[in-house]
């Protein structure tokens, strides 16, 4: 299967993934998900909101009663120039997991499925897990009808190019009803497992994060004419803020980053017109994130004051903690540790998932698989194959032991 995908939405200049919502890598992708559930004898099922079902016990969500689907899976889309595993890693090992199962001749009592949920990255329109935000009904038919990539296309646009019907799109609560769990393995985007010597870990709650754009408004003018001190050059109130964001987040043992930014005109011997960042924050907690963002947006204004700058900050998108179900998550311990040899470490993440999202509605839960660099976002981004071999059997326990009593 990793050889299969490993060349589908890939940049052989940077060696990096862009797998972009609705575009031909990600048709791609998606015919790849579809010929792994029918080569298996699944059910395949698209849903309103273009994710991805592959079912077995069951024809679709229609045929299953509340509460009785046991769900896996994760995304395939990518940030821009991202690495192999982030969301790839939970599919391929969903399909591996099932194989696993069958394999020992475990035989579901609960139907099982495996979903591929689209535009988790938010790479091309700029908001992170429509797929699952739509299908929950986190974000409404009408936002998401508003979305726009850099080019001007809308999300209605590029389904619709794509051969998807956007009039369709809005919560499922039907299918949500139907899931008695979710469980998504994803690499892990950090170290704390390389640290701790386990190749798997479970997640116990995603940091509140979100996503603010602040505009930066001054005055363009002739980079070699210009007086410094007759300028309004918004660019360094910017990198003010930059430096500000950086400070605060520290402080606070919080993350903050800059990492993205357009300019206007965008000359080399042009003084900005306008300069617009986009800032992504996270925390251990909602009140460590709004003292951060408090905090950032103060030091902007201060500046931007200074410089004669006139500031504009729209927060995009907010997620509030996740903590996941206890009983699950207990339960996934319970499972995991009657094989392994010493308790499975339960850790934090300050990364956005679909499992998240989901969280409001269904019982969900995550298993971590290490990444020995750390990285993730970028093609350094790693799991080594005795580590990803660990995460399938251990979503395969995992799968038995919620849908195989």
């Given at each position: 299967?990793?050889?299969?995908?490993?060349?589908?939405?890939?940049?052989?200049?940077?060696?990096?993934?862009?797998?972009?919502?609705?575009?031909?890598?990600?048709a791609d992708c998606r015919a790849w998900f579809r010929t792994q559930a029918e080569?298996?004898?699944?059910?395949?099922?698209?849903?309103?909101?273009?994710?991805?079902?592959?079912?077995?016990?069951?024809?679709?969500?229609?045929?299953?009663?509340?509460?009785?689907?046991?769900?896996?899976?994760?995304?395939?889309?990518?940030?821009?120039?991202?690495?192999?595993?982030?969301?790839?890693?939970?599919?391929?090992?969903?399909?591996?997991?099932?194989?696993?199962?069958?394999?020992?001749?475990?035989?579901?009592?609960?139907p099982l499925a495996i979903v591929n949920f689209g535009d988790e990255e938010g790479?091309?329109?700029?908001?992170?897990?429509?797929?699952?935000?739509?299908?929950?009904?986190?974000?409404?038919?009408?936002?998401?009808?508003?979305?726009?990539?850099?080019?001007?296309?809308?999300?209605?646009?590029?389904?619709?190019?794509?051969?998807?019907?956007?009039?369709?799109?809005?919560?499922?609560?039907?299918?949500?009803?139907?899931?008695?769990?979710?469980?998504?393995?994803?690499?892990?985007?950090?170290?704390?497992?390389?640290?701790?010597?386990?190749?798997?870990?479970?997640?116990?709650?995603?940091?509140?994060?979100?996503?603010?754009?602040?505009?930066?408004?001054?005055?363009?003018?002739?980079?070699?004419?210009?007086?410094?001190?007759?300028?309004?050059?918004?660019?360094?109130?910017?990198?003010?803020?930059?430096?500000?964001?950086?400070?605060?987040?520290?402080?606070?043992?919080?993350?903050?980053?800059?990492?993205?930014?357009?300019?206007?005109?965008?000359?080399?011997?042009?003084?900005?017109?306008?300069?617009?960042?986009?800032?992504?924050?996270?925390?251990?907690?909602?009140?460590?994130?709004?003292?951060?963002?408090?905090?950032?947006?103060?030091?902007?204004?201060?500046?931007?004051?200074?410089?004669?700058?006139?500031?504009?900050?729209?927060?995009?998108?907010?997620?509030?903690?996740?903590?996941?179900?206890?009983?699950?998550?207990?339960?996934?311990?319970?499972?995991?540790?009657?094989?392994?040899?010493?308790?499975?470490?339960?850790?934090?993440?300050?990364?956005?998932?679909?499992?998240?999202?989901?969280?409001?509605?269904?019982?969900?839960?995550?298993?971590?698989?290490?990444?020995?660099?750390?990285?993730?976002?970028?093609?350094?981004?790693?799991?080594?194959?005795?580590?990803?071999?660990?995460?399938?059997?251990?979503?395969?326990?995992?799968?038995?032991?919620?849908?195989?009593?």
């Open positions: 299967m990793w050889q299969e995908l490993r060349p589908l939405g890939r940049n052989s200049a940077t060696g990096g993934y862009r797998r972009y919502a609705w575009t031909g890598a990600d080569a298996r004898g699944l059910a395949y099922e698209l849903d309103r909101n273009g994710n991805q079902w592959a079912w077995l016990g069951a024809t679709g969500h229609q045929d299953v009663a509340p509460g009785d689907a046991v769900v896996t899976g994760s995304h395939l889309d990518s940030v821009p120039d991202g690495g192999a595993f982030d969301g790839p890693l939970g599919v391929v090992s969903s399909f591996a997991a099932l194989d696993e199962l069958r394999s020992r001749g475990a035989e579901p009592a609960k790479a091309r329109f700029g908001l992170a897990c429509v797929g699952s935000r739509l299908t929950a009904g986190a974000l409404t038919p009408e936002a998401a009808h508003e979305l726009r990539d850099a080019d001007g296309i809308s999300l209605p646009q590029a389904m619709e190019r794509a051969g998807y019907d956007p009039d369709a799109i809005g919560p499922d609560p039907e299918r949500l009803a139907t899931i008695g769990a979710f469980v998504e393995l994803h690499v892990e985007q950090g170290r704390a497992l390389d640290l701790s010597g386990d190749p798997v870990g479970i997640a116990s709650a995603i940091w509140p994060h979100g996503r603010w754009r602040f505009d930066f408004h001054g005055e363009a003018n002739h980079a070699g004419t210009t007086r410094l001190e007759d300028r309004r050059d918004p660019m360094l109130s910017y990198a003010a803020t930059v430096l500000a964001a950086r400070e605060q987040a520290r402080l606070a043992g919080a993350l903050a980053t800059f990492g993205k930014i357009s300019v206007e005109p965008n000359g080399v011997n042009a003084i900005p017109s306008l300069v617009r960042g986009w800032l992504d924050s996270r925390a251990p907690d909602q009140d460590t994130l709004d003292t951060v963002i408090h905090g950032i947006e103060q030091a902007a204004a201060e500046r931007a004051q200074r410089d004669g700058i006139d500031l504009t900050v729209v927060r995009e998108s907010f997620t509030p903690v996740v903590e996941f179900e206890h009983a699950l998550r207990d339960e996934l311990s319970t499972i995991l540790g009657k094989t392994a040899e010493r308790p499975v470490p339960v850790l934090g993440t300050g990364a956005g998932h679909d499992a998240g999202i989901l969280s409001g509605t269904v019982p969900t839960a995550m298993l971590f698989v290490r990444n020995p660099t750390g990285v993730s976002h970028s093609p350094a981004e790693a799991a080594e194959e005795d580590d990803c071999a660990a995460g399938v059997l251990a979503l395969a326990d995992v799968l038995e032991g919620l849908a195989c009593r």
